[in-house]
């Protein structure tokens, strides 16, 4: 007994360590699965509830508008997604004043089109198009149609609203609970096209640091448009590494 006893008092420091060593491995093999976890129901979030709402707001709204956007935002970074920068950046442009028309010149007919293409997850709008639009479109008087588009704007104005705060709440879980590298290869294009797409909202929502709405998606936006300069230039140096090799041999 006194050999046992012996033998703990002298190895207790090692004992001690290897389980304070073996707890945080835990702890952290944990915390990273949970992170994990949180990542895949962010996408899955993603995915339900904002796919379906962006994919149609793009759609139906001026693409010509929003290239000229990426045009002049494309090769800005970091982007602030503030007045004073938007007024900057399109300093000689009309774009923040057509942008605020984006689907002023939209038809029912196209929206029919976008409609019926994008119909998969669609439920938000279902009855919206069922009681508005084809009814006008069916059996309306020109009046009736004009009366159903311009119900239609608003609709879109506020659908806009909704998704950008649902984009906020998506990014601000990637800056507190989610792991971004499980995700980046697969959702980051569309989170980049969607972000530049609210550009405009989201600066003329933001007149000074001091009142900062939609901050999460500005940082998110940031993050993973640097990782992809940084994988595209990779990817460059890597083809004319083999081109080099091959031209040689």
Known sequence: MQNVVKFLFEFAPVILSAAAIFGVITYFRTAKNNKATAAMELVCYYVDNLIPSMSFITNCADKEIYNRICE??????????????????????????????????????????????????LKFFDDFYVNIIKKALDNGSDAQKEIARKKFIEYMKCLVRCTVNYLEYFAMGFQTIGDQRIVYSSIHQTYLKYA?????????????????????????????????????????????SLYRKYRIN
Do not use: A
């Open 72 to 121: 002049k935002i494309d090769n800005i970074k970091p982007l602030f997604f503030l007045r004073d920068e938007m007024n900057t950046i399109f300093k000689y442009t009309t774009l923040p004043k057509e942008y605020d028309i984006i689907f002023d010149s939209i038809t029912l007919e196209r929206v029919e089109e976008n409609y019926h293409k994008l119909q998969f997850g």
């Open 196 to 240: 530049k797409f609210f550009y405009i909202h989201i600066c003329n929502c933001n007149h000074s640091y001091r009142d900062y709405f939609f901050s999460n998606i500005q940082k998110l936006y940031n993050k993973w448009n640097n990782n992809q300069n940084k994988y595209e230039k990779r990817d460059t140096r890597n083809r004319e």
